[in-house]
């Protein structure tokens, strides 16, 4: 028996309603989207209304709209969450990516739900028990290696993989950062992360004595894996995770559009493995170029292993893309041997002498001249980057793509005059008849009937053949015609509608053993409900959530990016000695010192409680 090509999906964020909507005309196979409460996003949140406009315009392509729920809750939001959960199904959301255990003993719709990134998905053991217990995709750590990612889908291969391939990476374990809430009383479980990573610090030795002063020590490169696309499909991926529930429309445009491209024609090359997941295809007005939108700089992570190039100790904010260097500054401009041209009203920076970034905007270009609207203080053979470029932003302003879905128009006799049959690339099929008497035309009306049936204009739909199965050269009004086209299209479209298939998955309590049998305060169990979920599962030690009861002595992050390594002194991987005593320790603006554990056993470092 032939095997089915597997489905890859290709998952865009949306802050808002607008963001949605670009996302799916840019390409995208699936949306998420913040519920209006309980996201792991607090400040991107959307109304049901708009919700609901959203499932609306991604069913018709077959694209799928995923909601966020991804927050621990506490005892009393509970009820609040299974009517809102209940509400979500109603206007038909496809699934809930979730974090806490306890929305799984609520009443629930038949909605499918989806292991948030937050429950620390990285064993084959955690993504196969949560298979077994009902959860339909699972997003893993964004730390793992594809040998990592191959182990899982090895030992769960039922379960849809979603990986992470592109923007801001947390510096810990996600669900297992607590230093937010430990710091400033902001929960980063509960959607209200303060950015600590972003912060600068100086690194101190046990002797007091300074390594590295005022740096972004823990603020990490953002990710980009649209050149290891391919290589995540062989390892079992599925879904292909876009972040950015934050960032702008114009982010939104530009990344979805530069991956779909990818993996298009990743999928042109290997049809009989890979598929897309969602139907119609969308033509740009520009080209997608990943390094115009905001970044950090870009790493692959820890996709192949341990790198030391994935963090940007210089700043956290975006450096764009590298234009050239700066040759000679003058009072009024400044000349650049360019690698590429600025455009009048650009946005650059620069990394000055302390490591900081400084930027200016440019009024006016002239060959190699730029003329900044205030002159920066730089220095020759400084190296120049494009933060904001005028004119692609002027370009994604604007419509900048249209996602068409192909259909094949048939225009035929009946037994009581034509019939008018609209097919569509997915075999949806409507037929509309058209009584009329045959006229004989004076003149051939071929190219005028195909003209005039191709027209869909602003429709989803786009003519891919247009056939006439017509005895004679029959006259048809061009009025006449362009009504029946147009029902014919909306009967298509509601046709396309009522076709659409919402998975359904009752959830059904399970009794199979969890990974471990105790949880500390890293199994972020907040209320009651997820309590009576690990116990039916065999834990039988339950100590509550971080919030809930703050640990002394707590570790607060849990690191795969390493700071010894960074600087040369692993004594695993790189086998140099440091000339400095630990413990180290990461010392904040306001003087707190953060203890540094390296635990090489895991390759981990850990930030423990401010001294």
């Known amino acids: 028996m032939t095997k089915k090509p597997r489905s890859i999906e290709l998952l865009a964020p949306a802050k808002n309603l607008e963001c949605g909507l670009e996302a799916i005309n840019h390409g995208a196979d699936a949306v998420y989207i913040g519920a209006p409460k309980f996201g792991a996003r607090a400040a991107a949140v959307n109304s049901l209304d708009d919700i609901a406009a959203l499932v609306a315009h991604a069913h018709l392509y077959n694209a799928r709209v995923y909601v966020t729920v991804n927050t621990l809750l506490h005892e009393e939001e509970l009820a609040e969450t299974e009517a809102m959960i209940h509400d979500l199904y109603r206007i038909g959301v496809d699934a809930l990516i979730v974090q806490d255990m306890g929305i799984t003993r609520l009443n ?25 217990a009902g959860f339909r995709q699972a997003v893993l ?72 002063k005022n740096k972004h020590l823990l603020s990490l490169k953002d990710l980009n894996q649209s050149d290891e696309l391919e290589q995540l499909l062989d390892a079992g991926v599925s879904s292909l995770k876009i ?75 975006s450096l764009g893309e ?28 620069f990394v000055d002498e302390q490591g900081r970034l400084q930027g200016f905007r440019i009024n006016r270009v002239e060959g190699n001249k730029l003329y900044p609207q205030e002159m920066p203080r730089v220095k020759p053979r400084t190296t120049l980057y494009r933060n904001f470029d005028q004119e692609f ?16 128009i048939t225009l035929a006799d009946s037994a009581f005059g034509f019939a008018l049959t609209l097919t569509d690339e997915d075999s949806v099929s409507v037929t509309l008849s058209l009584p009329r008497d045959k006229e004989t035309a ?14 869909l204009g602003n429709t989803p739909f786009e003519a891919r053949t247009v056939s006439l ?90 690191c795969k990016h390493c700071l010894r390594y960074s600087m040369g002194w692993c004594p695993v991987h790189q086998r140099v000695r440091s000339p400095y005593t630990e ?29």
């Open 442 to 455: 004076r003149t051939p009306q071929a190219d005028n009937l195909r003209t005039q049936l191709s027209k």
């Open 322 to 349: 590298e234009m050239g260097t700066v040759k000679e500054t003058y009072p009024a401009y400044l000349t650049v041997a360019g690698l590429k041209s600025f455009h009048n009203g650009d946005g650059a920076c």
């Open 243 to 317: 972040e950015g529930r934050l960032k702008d429309v114009s982010y939104v445009k530009n990344v979805t559009a530069a991956y779909r491209q990818k993996l298009d024609a990743l999928i042109a090359r290997r049809p009989e493995e890979y598929r897309r997941a969602s139907s119609g295809r969308s033509r740009y007005t520009f080209q997608p170029q990943l390094d115009k939108s905001f970044s950090r700089g870009f790493t692959h992570y820890f996709l192949h292993g341990r790198d030391a190039g994935i963090s940007s100790f210089d700043t956290p904010k």
């Open 141 to 212: 750590a964004r730390e793992l290696s594809l040998l990592e990612i191959k182990k899982i889908h090895a030992a769960c291969p039922e379960m849809p993989l979603e990986v992470f391939v592109h923007g801001a990476l947390c510096v810990s374990y996600s669900g297992q950062c607590y230093v937010s809430q430990a710091c400033y009383g902001r929960s980063a479980n509960r959607g209200e992360c303060a950015q600590f990573c972003r912060l600068s610090f100086n690194l101190v030795d046990a002797d007091g004595k300074a390594i590295v």
């Open 393 to 408: 932003e002027r370009l994604l302003s604007h419509k900048s793509a249209e996602r068409k879905i192909a259909v094949d």
């Open 469 to 558: 199965a017509l005895a004679d050269n029959w006259f048809i009004p061009a009025s006449v015609l362009s009504d029946l086209r147009r029902e014919a299209v909306d009967r298509l479209t509601a046709a396309r509608r009522i076709n659409y298939r919402q998975e359904r998955v009752v959830w059904k309590p399970t009794t199979h053993p969890f990974p471990q049998t105790e949880l500390t305060y890293l199994g972020n169990v907040l209320n009651s409900q997820a309590v009576s979920f690990y116990r039916a599962h065999g834990v039988q030690r339950i100590a509550p959530a971080f919030e809930q009861t703050p640990v002394s002595h707590a570790v607060l992050m849990f």
């Open 583 to 611: 413990p180290y320790y990461l010392q904040s603006s306001d003087g707190r010192r953060f203890r540094l554990e390296f635990d090489c056993r895991h390759c981990q470092m850990k930030v423990h409680a401010a001294e």
């Open 108 to 132: 629930l719709p038949p909605i499918p739900l989806h292991a948030s990134t937050q429950m620390d998905n990285r064993t084959p053991e955690r993504v196969s028990f949560l298979w077994e």
